[in-house]
C-alpha cells in the first residue's frame, strides 16, 4: 500500500492507498498539465500535478454528481454555485444522496468512512477534476467528528515550494516531501513539530541502525505506514483520542471542574483576551470565534508555550513545563523527515511514561511522551448545554479567516498540571541552556540560565545581541558534534509579566566541530563581549549611572559624566553592528572547523583575522556614533572621531580572554585600571580644550 498526498488548503481527501497514479498524457510540451488547481486527485486517470478547481460550500449543500462522472456539482444554501468542466456547466443528474468523504474512482462513486473532507472526481484524458468541501445535506446536522490523523489541519511547505495542509499521519507517512512546517506562528511550528516527534515515539519507540538507515535512504517517502497502524487505527477507523469533538476522552482536553464557559480566544496568546495586550487586533467574545483547525493549533501549543497568572477564585494558571519564556533550538534538516530523525528515537526511557491521550497523569513519572503533551491548561472546546448539544454554528475564523461550518466561540478553560519544581525539564532534547559561572557563589558554581527574548523596555542593544547567547548556548550544548554542518532555529520567547508577549525566531548554521574548537570560540565570544563591553556598550540598563571603564564615553566626558549623548548613538547603531559583527564570528566559526586542531596555524591565523575585523567593526561603530552626536565644527567632530579610534584600538589590544566571567561585570583590575585610563582621558581632553581657548 502506497499513497501521497500533496494536495493543499483545508480537509484533503482520504484515499485508498492502492491507487496508482500513472503521468497524465495531457502534458504541454513544458510538461504542464491543463487546468492546474491546488488540489490533486487520486485515481488512474489523473496526472502527477495538480489541476482542476475546488468549491467550498456550506452547512446545507447537496451534492448532485454529473453524467460521465466529469464534474462534481455543489448547491449551497448561502448561493447557488455549480463546477464547471472546461469553462461551460454541465448537465446535472441526480446523485447518489448524501455522500460523506466519498471517492470518485473508476467510474464509480465510494465511501471511504472515517473523512468528511473532500471529494475528488474522475480525471480522464483532457478533462477537468474537480474537488469539493463535502458538507451534509439540507436539515441534518453537522457531524460531531474532527480526527486530527485524518483531517489535513498541519500548515506545511512542500519541497517543492508549494504551501498546503496535511494530517498527522500525512505528516508522518509523506515527511520526506515535506520541506518544513509552515504556521505562521513560530511557536506553532515548534509545538507541531514536537508534537509529531510524540506521536512518533509513541507508535515506534525503537528503530535499529538498519531501520534508520533504510529512512535516510534517497527513495524513501516517509515513515512506514506499518508503524503507525497499530497505535493510531487505519485510515478508515483511526484512533478517537485523536478526535477533536470526542463524545469520552477529546484530544488534549478535559472538563475541568468549577468552571464557566470564556471566549475561545484564550486559547491563543495572539488574541486580547483578560490583560493580554494586542494591538490593533480585535475581537468579540462570543461572537467571534476559531475554526477547528486553528483550535487544535492553540490546543498543541499550551504543553511547551504557557504563562502562569492569575485565574481568580485563588487559582493560579500554571506555567508549561520549561517556564514562562522557554527557548527551544531545533536542528532543521533538508526535510522534515531529516528533521524528525535529528530528535527521534529517544534515547531517554522512562518506565510508566505515557502520552497525554494514553492516559498520562500528573503524577505519573515524566518522561519523553510526557514531556512533550504536558497538560498546562485544562480545557474544553465548545461546551455541551444542557440537552447535550454544543454551539458549532456555520461562521468565519477570527484567526485565519476561514470559513467553516463548525466555528467554536466558547470553551472551558481552567489550569492544568504544576510542575515538581520551577526548574525545567532536564532532559528536554529542545530546550537551549546557557552554563555560566555563578558570581554570587562563593565557591564558583555554576548555574544554567535561559536566553529568552529582551522585553519591549530593555534597550534596542540587548535586541540585537540576542545572537550571542544563542550561539553560546548552541556551542555549549553542540561542542563535538560529528553530524556535519547543521543549521539550528532557535525560537525566542519574551514577555513583560503577563501583559506582552514577542516571540523571535534566530537561524544559525554551526559547522561539525570537535569539542577544543567549540572551547576556542567559546573564549572568543567572551572576549567579544569584554571588548565591547569596555569600548562601544551603551550600557542601557544602568542609563542614570556613569558608565565606569567606557574608553570611548571617557575619551570625549569628564570625570562622572553620564555621556548620554554617545551612549545613545551607539544605542541607535547597534542593530547594524552586531549584524556585522554574527557574520564576522560565522566566518570564524567555519575556518576554525575547517582548520580543527591538526592545523593551528591556520586557526591561530582565522583568530588573528576575526580580531583585526571586530576591531574595524568597533572602531567604525564608535565613528559613526560619536559623528553624529559631537557638536560643533567639522574639525571637533574630526577630532572626537579620532579619539574614539584610539580609546577603541587601545581597549581591545590588552584583554586576555577569561571564560566564565560576566560580560556586564568585568574582572576588579580591568575595571580599576579602564577607570584611571578613563579619567586621564578626560583630564587631558579638558587640559587641552583649556588650552584652545585661552
Known amino acids: 500500500m502506497k499513497g501521497e498526498d500533496v494536495g493543499s488548503g483545508f480537509g484533503g481527501t482520504n484515499r485508498p492507498e492502492s491507487i496508482e497514479r500513472p503521468k497524465c498524457p495531457a502534458r504541454d510540451t513544458r510538461g504542464r498539465c491543463p487546468g492546474r488547481s491546488e488540489t490533486k486527485a487520486r485515481d488512474p486517470g489523473s496526472c502527477s500535478e495538480p489541476h482542476g478547481a475546488r468549491l467550498r460550500a456550506g452547512k446545507g449543500s447537496a451534492g448532485i454528481l454529473s453524467r460521465g462522472f466529469q464534474s462534481l456539482h455543489v448547491v449551497s444554501e448561502y448561493g447557488r454555485r455549480a463546477c464547471t468542466a472546461r469553462g461551460k456547466q454541465v448537465d446535472r443528474q441526480p446523485g447518489p444522496g448524501?455522500?460523506?468523504?466519498?471517492?470518485?474512482?473508476?467510474?464509480?462513486?465510494?465511501?471511504w468512512p472515517g473523512s468528511r473532507a473532500r471529494i475528488s472526481g474522475a480525471c480522464p484524458e483532457g478533462q477537468v477534476c474537480i474537488d469539493a468541501r463535502n458538507y451534509p445535506t439540507a436539515g441534518e446536522e453537522v457531524s460531531m467528528s474532527y480526527n486530527l490523523l485524518e483531517e489535513q489541519w498541519i500548515p506545511v511547505l512542500w519541497r517543492g515550494g508549494r504551501p498546503g495542509r496535511v494530517s498527522i499521519r500525512e505528516a508522518l507517512t509523506q515527511a520526506a516531501r515535506i520541506r518544513q512546517i509552515a504556521a505562521s506562528s513560530p511557536m506553532d511550528n515548534v509545538a507541531l513539530l514536537r508534537l509529531l516527534l510524540a506521536v512518533l515515539q509513541w507508535c515506534k519507540p525503537t528503530a535499529t541502525q538498519e531501520e534508520l538507515g533504510q529512512l535516510r535512504g534517497e527513495e524513501v517517502v516517509g515513515i512506514p505506514s506499518d508503524w503507525l497502524v497499530k497505535s493510531l487505527g487505519p485510515r478508515e477507523k483511526p484512533k478517537a483520542a485523536f478526535d477533536l469533538l470526542g463524545s469520552k476522552k477529546a484530544f488534549y482536553q478535559d472538563e475541568p471542574a468549577k468552571s464557566g464557559p470564556v471566549a475561545v480566544t484564550n486559547l491563543l496568546h495572539d488574541f486580547p483576551s483578560g490583560s493580554k495586550i494586542a494591538h490593533f487586533r480585535h475581537t468579540r467574545d462570543g461572537r467571534d470565534g476559531m475554526c477547528l483547525p486553528c483550535c487544535a493549533l492553540g490546543l498543541v501549543r499550551w504543553p511547551s508555550f504557557a504563562s502562569a497568572g492569575t485565574a481568580g477564585a485563588g487559582q493560579s494558571m500554571t506555567a508549561s513545563i520549561n517556564g514562562n519564556t522557554p527557548t527551544y533550538s531545533i536542528a532543521i534538516g533538508a526535510s522534515l523527515l531529516a528533521t524528525l530523525l535529528f530528535t527521534w528515537p529517544s534515547v531517554h526511557a522512562v518506565n510508566g511514561d505515557a502520552a497525554l491521550w494514553d492516559g498520562s497523569a500528573e503524577q505519573s513519572p515524566l518522561g519523553f511522551l510526557k514531556g512533550m503533551t504536558w497538560q498546562s491548561r485544562r480545557v474544553l472546546l465548545a461546551p455541551p448545554d444542557a440537552e447535550g448539544k454544543r454551539d458549532l454554528s456555520p461562521g468565519r475564523c477570527c484567526h485565519c479567516g476561514e470559513q467553516t461550518d463548525r466555528l467554536v466561540r466558547s470553551i472551558l478553560f481552567r489550569p492544568g498540571w504544576k510542575r515538581a519544581s520551577r526548574k525545567p525539564w532536564s532532559r528536554d532534547p529542545h530546550l537551549l541552556q546557557i552554563t555560566r559561572k555563578d558570581s554570587?557563589?562563593?565557591?564558583?558554581?555554576?548555574?544554567?540560565?535561559?536566553?529568552?527574548?529582551?522585553?519591549?523596555?530593555?534597550?534596542?542593544?540587548?535586541?540585537?545581541?540576542v545572537w550571542r547567547s544563542v550561539l553560546e548556548g548552541l556551542l555549549q550544548r553542540s561542542g563535538g558534534s560529528k553530524t556535519g554542518t547543521t543549521e539550528f532555529h532557535t525560537t525566542l520567547l519574551g514577555s513583560s509579566q503577563a501583559l506582552y508577549k514577542h516571540v523571535a525566531t534566530h537561524a544559525a548554521i554551526l559547522p561539525s566541530m570537535g569539542p577544543d574548537v567549540a572551547r576556542r570560540l567559546l573564549a572568543e565570544l567572551e572576549w567579544l563581549r569584554q571588548a565591547t563591553w569596555v569600548t562601544t556598550a551603551a550600557r542601557g540598563r544602568k542609563w542614570n549611572d556613569p558608565p565606569r571603564g567606557h574608553r570611548v564615553v571617557g575619551a570625549h566626558c569628564g570625570r562622572g559624566a553620564k555621556g548620554h549623548a554617545i551612549r545613545s548613538g551607539l544605542c541607535a547603531r547597534s542593530p547594524l553592528a552586531e549584524s556585522e559583527l554574527e557574520k564576522a564570528f560565522g566566518k570564524l566559526m567555519r575556518d576554525m572547523a575547517a582548520a580543527g586542531q591538526a592545523d593551528r596555524d591556520a586557526a591561530e591565523q582565522a583568530v588573528s583575522t576575526w580580531r583585526d575585523e571586530v576591531n574595524r567593526i568597533l572602531r567604525e561603530h564608535a565613528r559613526q556614533s560619536v559623528m553624529?552626536?559631537?557638536?560643533?565644527?567639522?574639525?571637533?567632530?574630526?577630532?572626537?572621531?579620532?579619539?574614539?579610534?584610539?580609546?577603541?584600538?587601545?581597549?581591545?589590544?590588552?584583554?586576555?580572554?577569561?571564560?566564565?566571567?560576566?560580560?556586564?561585570?568585568?574582572?576588579?583590575?580591568?575595571?580599576?585600571?579602564?577607570?584611571?585610563?578613563?579619567?586621564e582621558d578626560g583630564e587631558s581632553r579638558r587640559t587641552r580644550k583649556k588650552g584652545a581657548t585661552r
Open 628 to 679: 553624529a552626536t559631537t557638536s560643533g565644527s567639522l574639525f571637533r567632530r574630526r577630532e572626537a572621531t579620532k579619539r574614539a579610534n584610539e580609546a577603541v584600538a587601545e581597549a581591545i589590544g590588552p584583554i586576555a580572554i577569561q571564560q566564565g566571567r560576566s560580560p556586564y561585570k568585568p574582572a576588579r583590575a580591568d575595571r580599576e585600571k579602564a577607570s584611571r585610563v578613563s579619567e
Open 440 to 465: 554570587r557563589s562563593a565557591k564558583g558554581e555554576e548555574k544554567k540560565i535561559i536566553p529568552s527574548w529582551p522585553s519591549p523596555n530593555t534597550p534596542l542593544e540587548d535586541h540585537a545581541s
Open 98 to 111: 448524501r455522500w460523506e468523504g466519498a471517492l470518485l474512482i473508476k467510474g464509480e462513486l465510494k465511501r
